[in-house]
């Protein structure tokens, strides 16, 4: 009561408790605030006090389990009400009026989350996002429906780098309206901005838990297990018998010899797996030395691993013979290997059988051995694999072995390629039991699983191969400058999955084929390997930023480059996505690698720099629009690099607002600074290169102005849009000169070869009348998209030309770019009239340009005095509705037989030639469907009127009115409806009225 004052009054001897709902939210929200931080200071329920580095790489003084902390403070219940109450709050001055649903935090306690779902009203309804070990998209759970409104749950918000994951994930689908936290410990607290938005964030307690400064260098720092979220346990690794440093060492190619065994590439394997670099044994073995050291490590681990295991009981002579067992073919790795294993073994004495392959049967995605017949029982059994990715190939085979009456089992395998937390699973086997008559025996069969080297030479899921992935990107682009989709086709090929055949033919390279020296290929698995560790290792994700702090200070030699982790991320590039690369502090640093690589000079591999400009895209894609100006003068000097840059240019151009990463605003800047740069810096450059770039920076700039100006969605609205900035200027002959010029120079194009000014101003002609499609006509059409599907649009155009147009309502105004790359196709082209392709290109480009006249740009059809069509169309509308009721009326010729009540002196927004042909039909149906020849009476009355509709009818007597609606009828209420009208026809009993059609029409009300 004492801290409460404020909720009591003393008042006429009498004590008033003062109590409204707000009030109480107030005081339960500083008893919330309290408690929980009174708790975290004094290392309570959930606290533990230290110096603690985070998966997100911050260092603070506690570590806090939330679900612990409000278990042992406010509860689960309490906590999460008080959430739902600022989250509605918070909704509350933002007015949504979209539906709600609430999403989880991979971090944060689902049990919080789903009682934040109930205090909202939502049955506990709750939708996980994905974990930060995720590469991308959605939980298996379902995904956060399409225009919601969306309330993310947090546990504690430190560096905004989970949250911001969330965020943007559910910006694909949704509207992120506010995040709700239990504890906010940002040093700078606020809303959060994520793809151009600001999303407002509410906490229970806001706590200071970061260190303000590196703690001393002899601190013990201890980390958190990214996975577990608790302190990390020290864990003991196996001792390797072969440290992959030293089997890189054994394949470096020896004196006078371009190719060692070790490649990079994008191979492809059996059972839909690829890798991105592979060592091909039978060549590593052709080094005496190489095949010494790794047959003799193998060997020795097979005897050491035999005699730990129990000597068999009862067995003498024969029996005590070993079986060498490997699968696939004895040209494979595996078989090279087992081989000279084999002699190895039989050298030092040990009396083992040659080796017996075991064959595999693969049926898609799965593999299965096919048992050897054996005679020879019992034995011990040796198992010698070249890689293991799964464990699967293995298993089979130490189970048929087992089936075979084996009494000792040992399975050696070179490369360890398990996921880290499964690599640990096949080295602890001790024994397996054999099974008879499809039932398990009782017998055991002392079992070992050992591995030499654990390496970072993973396979990649064929179905999900990252490099795959990449090279996706670049297929389906829409309809984007034809240069550009050269370029693309070039990326497609370059990273399109290899046979190791191929690949091993040609010289060494990296998967973009830049020629690359055996330390290079090291240098990018040694990333490869730091970046495996970091997934679930705190610890290694600080070694990542060291080492990026380390390659991004100017330096002559390092072991670790920077060109060998572009040359990783560029080719896979799902590390950018996963910790800790996608955090911002590494963000920032590969940036600035990637600047410095680009600011090589032009002797160095083109495509070494187009790894640089695809990483600088999508780590920093707001640095890389900021620096497009600055990014193309140091890169001119290299076509293939420009290619490469306009092209991710182009894929952020087309990037939806909601989905995007940049300011479009910045990015239309940006572009306007390069077409400037390349129109004012031509001395010295190849001409028609900066033609063919002006091209398509013009094309982008296009684009993004399309992007940036604010989606309408009122049709009204883009019809007044385009009579003011479209009809008016064509009816006054403001464009059509130049589109004829262009329309002479095709039609002359066929006889006469043109000279090269002569062709560069037919495209500037047509480039011009292209920006003012796009700038005053094409913006307004996605909003008319019903009405120019609609019948009375098709009548009007014909289908094709109907169909044309349609396709212009979508954003990337293919038909437009299709035209211009035509133009400027054939005016660089070489003049080949007598070649049936580029005689059908020009025909092509000759018919578009006849259809972008006489819809859009003539202000007198050819043969008529009517304007383009689209012209036609919007003049048409909006109509005076009386006056074409009464046109309608005079061309039925039925002016003594009509009467009216009500006015319909009113602008309706529907084409007028519409109004009229409706009306007609009406009053020519009637008297078609006339009873006898005697007089026939019409009466229009007004119905109703308000703010948005006008609706009128019209009576008619002496009809013979049908049970159902003519087929007239329908389809002038089809024709009506684009332009949210309706017509339909009521028969009448009361004398003298026998039928009624009413139709009810928009009301103009214009922009």
Not at 309 to 326: I, R
Not at 472 to 480: F, R
Not at 658 to 685: F, K, T
Not at 694 to 699: E, K, M, S, T, Y
């Amino acid at each position: 009561m004492r801290e409460e004052k404020h909720l009591f009054t003393v008042q006429n001897g009498f004590l008033l408790l003062r109590l409204s709902p707000q009030l109480v939210l107030e005081s339960l929200q500083r008893a919330a605030r309290q408690a929980l931080v009174s708790e975290i200071e004094r290392s309570g329920e959930g606290v533990e006090e230290g110096i603690f580095r985070t998966p997100s790489l911050s260092i603070t003084n506690r570590w806090i389990d939330v679900a612990r902390l409000l278990k042992g403070t406010i509860g689960t219940d309490f906590a999460a009400f008080m959430l739902a109450r600022a989250a509605e709050a918070e909704l509350a001055s933002q007015n949504p009026v979209k539906p709600l649903a609430v999403a989880q935090a991979s971090p944060c306690p689902p049990g919080l989350t789903a009682k934040v779902s109930e205090c909202l009203a939502l049955h506990g309804t709750f939708f996980p996002m994905a974990s930060e070990l995720d590469q991308d998209g959605w939980s298996a759970s379902g995904e956060v429906p399409d225009d919601t409104c969306v309330v993310l749950c947090a546990d504690v918000i430190a560096t905004e780098n989970t949250v911001r994951r969330a965020a943007a994930a559910i910006a694909r689908h949704a509207v992120l309206d506010v995040i709700v936290c239990v504890l906010d410990s940002r040093p700078d607290r606020g809303p959060i901005r994520v793809l151009n938005r600001e999303i407002p964030v509410v906490s229970l307690a806001e706590i200071g838990v970061a260190l303000a400064t590196d703690p001393p260098p002899d601190t013990s720092v201890i980390d958190i297990d990214p996975v577990l979220r608790r302190p990390a346990v020290p864990r003991i690794a196996e001792a390797e018998l072969m440290d992959e440093d030293t089997l890189f060492e054994l394949c470096a190619p020896q004196a006078g010899d371009q190719s060692g065994a070790l490649r990079l590439g994008h191979f492809k394997r059996l059972r839909r797996t690829h890798f991105s670099a592979n060592i091909q044994l039978d060549r590593l073995f052709r080094q005496k030395d190489a095949r010494q050291r790794i047959t003799e490590v193998v060997a020795r681990t097979v005897r050491e691993s035999l005699d730990s295991l129990a000597p068999p009981e009862g067995l003498g002579g024969v029996g005590d013979m070993v079986e060498l067992w490997y699968p696939g073919a004895s040209t494979e790795n595996s078989g090279v290997l087992a081989w000279a294993v084999w002699q190895q073994l039989s050298g030092d004495g040990l009396p083992v059988a040659q080796p017996t392959a075991i064959d595999r049967v693969v049926a898609g995605a799965f593999s299965q051995t096919v048992l050897p017949e054996s005679s020879v029982h019992p034995k011990r059994v040796v198992i010698v694999d070249y890689a293991m990715r799964t464990g699967a190939t293995v298993t089979q085979l130490i189970h048929a072995a087992a089936q075979s009456g084996a009494k000792a089992i040992v399975a050696v395998v070179l490369l360890n390629q398990l996921p880290y937390h499964e690599s640990g699973l096949h080295g602890i086997v001790s024994a397996v039991r054999t099974h008879s008559g499809g039932e398990s025996a009782a017998e055991h069969v002392p079992t070992m699983v050992r591995f030499v080297t654990d390496t970072s030479i993973g396979g990649l899921d064929g179905l999900d191969c990252p490099i795959c992935t990449a090279r996706q990107k670049y297929i389906d682009l829409g309809n984007m400058p034809k240069r550009l989709i050269s370029h693309a086709k070039a990326l497609q090929e370059v990273l399109m999955p290899r046979d190791w055949r191929e690949i091993y033919e040609t010289a060494p390279g990296d998967l973009f084929n830049v020629p690359v020296t055996h330390d290079a290929a090291v240098d990018y698995l040694r990333w490869r390997r730091l970046l495996q560790r970091a997934l679930r290792d705190t610890g290694a994700r600080q070694s990542v930023l060291d080492r990026l702090s380390e390659i991004a200070e100017p330096s002559s030699r390092r072991e670790w480059t920077q060109r060998g982790l572009i040359r990783l991320l560029a080719a896979e590039q799902q590390w950018l996505k996963l910790p800790p690369l996608r955090f911002t502090a590494a963000r920032e640093l590969l940036a600035d690698i990637c600047l410095d690589e680009l600011g090589t000079s032009a002797s160095e591999p083109p495509w070494l720099r187009v790894q640089a400009i695809m990483v600088l895209s999508i780590t920093a894609p707001e640095q890389f629009v900021s620096e497009l100006r600055s990014l193309l003068s140091s890169i001119a000097d290299g076509p293939r690099v420009v290619d490469q840059f306009l092209l991710e240019c182009y894929r952020l151009v087309r990037r939806p607002s909601h989905d995007s990463p940049i300011d479009q605003g910045e990015l239309h800047r940006s572009l306007i600074e390069c077409r400037d740069y390349l129109e004012n810096s031509q001395a010295g450059w190849d001409r028609e290169l900066i033609e063919d770039l002006l091209h398509v920076v013009r094309q982008l700039i296009s684009l993004a102005e399309l992007s940036r100006r604010p989606r309408n969605d009122n049709p009204q609205t883009a019809w007044a849009g385009l009579h003011e900035h479209w009809s008016r200027l064509v009816k006054r002959h403001h464009f059509e000169q130049r589109v004829l010029r262009v329309r002479d120079f095709l039609e002359d194009l066929k006889t006469t070869k043109p000279d090269d000014d002569l062709a560069r101003a037919r495209a500037a002609d047509w480039d011009a009348c292209a920006r003012q499609v796009q700038e005053r006509a094409l913006y307004w059409l996605p909003a008319l998209r019903a009405i120019l599907t609609g019948e009375y649009v098709g009548e009007v155009l014909g289908p094709q030309d109907r169909n044309r147009l349609v396709e212009l309502t979508r954003t990337d105004t293919s038909g437009l770019f299709l035209t211009t790359e035509q133009l400027h196709t054939l005016t660089r082209s070489r003049w080949t009239p007598d070649e049936d392709e580029w005689l059908a290109a020009r025909n092509e480009a000759l018919d578009w340009i006849n259809w972008w006249h006489r819809t859009f740009f003539a202000t007198h059809r050819f043969g008529t005095e009517s304007s383009a069509f689209l012209v036609e169309i919007v003049e048409s509308a909006p109509a005076p509705l009386a006056e074409a009721v009464e046109c309608a009326v005079d061309a039925v010729g039925l002016d003594a037989f009509v009467t009216s009540t009500g006015s319909l002196d009113v602008l309706v927004f529907c084409p007028k030639p519409l109004i009229i042909e409706s009306v007609e039909h009406i009053l020519k149906n009637a008297r078609r469907h006339r009873r006898d020849a005697g007089p026939q009476e019409f009466h229009i009355s007004l119905d109703s009127r308000d703010a948005d509709t006008v609706r009128f009818s019209i009576a008619n007597t002496g009809s013979r009115p049908t049970r159902q609606p003519g087929r007239g009828l329908n389809e002038l209420d089809r024709s009506l409806w684009p332009f949210g009208g309706s017509l339909s026809g009521t028969a009448l009993s009361a004398e003298p009225w026998t039928f009624k059609v009413s139709m009810s029409l928009q009301i103009w009300r214009g922009a």
